[in-house]
């Protein structure tokens, strides 16, 4: 099975505060990141945060890390049609360079 | 150019034939990822280039699948005999050196093998 792990799917409204969830395997990870990839698109990298913060915050996009639980979420805050797109969570472990990606949670953003 | 550039955007080929694909760093950058991404999944590595060597290569799935980046640039990934599976997207990155925490993402190459 895949080391990261997230939800398939989310629908919100517009306006509303999207909550994107990841967990992933390797406590020994240094960052974690945010991908965002609209359709046909390359993968846009929105926000990482360094393994030894709890929280990250730019602009609209909040990211929460639990180490213990090995939980890393994604906000979106006042969320847009314009945010509709498949949002992947990534890591970086310890021994290596190479990202190990999440199998992507599909947002979709209701008028 | 300002981005990673990956060529061509699309290749369509027939079971068992040869391919390669493209990818143009942005300019300086010393590392050099290539990932593939199936259909509904996220983007599983491949190799990785640190310069002109391919400092990990244990991604590629099997002996049919090779990469270069003779002068340190641009990377060509080449496939042979090419299967039914190999069909994906495959994207390449590339960050400011192997230390730089930040990928930069291509738009990638669609592969089709008929």
């Known amino acids: 099975g895949e080391d990261v792990e997230q939800s398939l799917f989310l629908s919100v409204r517009e306006g509303d505060s999207s909550v994107i969830n990841c967990t992933y395997t390797?406590?020994?990870?240094?960052?974690l990141y945010w991908y965002k990839q609209e359709p046909g698109a390359g993968l846009q990298l929105l926000t990482y945060?360094?393994?030894?913060?709890d929280m990250k915050q730019d602009q609209r996009l909040t990211v929460l890390l639990n180490k213990k639980d090995k939980h890393l979420s994604l906000r979106i805050a006042d969320t847009q049609t314009g945010d509709s797109a498949i949002y992947f969570c990534?890591?970086?472990?310890?021994?290596?360079?190479?990202?190990?990606f999440g199998g992507g949670t599909r947002l979709m953003v209701k008028p | 150019g300002a981005g990673v550039s990956q060529t061509p955007s699309n290749k369509v080929t027939e079971k068992g034939k040869y391919v390669e694909l493209r990818c143009d760093p942005i300019?300086?950058?010393?590392?050099l990822y290539w990932y593939r991404q199936s259909l509904g999944q996220g983007p599983e590595f491949l190799i990785y280039?640190?310069?002109?060597?391919?400092?990990?290569d244990s991604g590629l799935p099997n002996d049919r699948f090779f990469a270069v980046r003779p002068e340190g640039s641009v990377s060509t990934l080449k496939i042979q005999r090419t299967e039914r599976g190999d069909s994906a997207v495959y994207l390449c990155?590339?960050?400011?050196?192997?230390?730089?925490?930040?990928?930069?993402f291509g738009p990638g190459t669609r592969l089709t093998v008929l």
């Open positions: 990155a590339s960050s400011e050196t192997s230390a730089d925490n930040e990928q930069f």
């Open positions: 390797d406590s020994s990870s240094t960052y």
């Open positions: 945060i360094f393994s030894n913060m």
């Open positions: 990534a890591e970086i472990p310890n021994a290596g360079n190479m990202l190990t």
């Open positions: 300019s300086g950058h010393t590392a």
């Open positions: 280039f640190q310069g002109t060597g391919a400092a990990d």
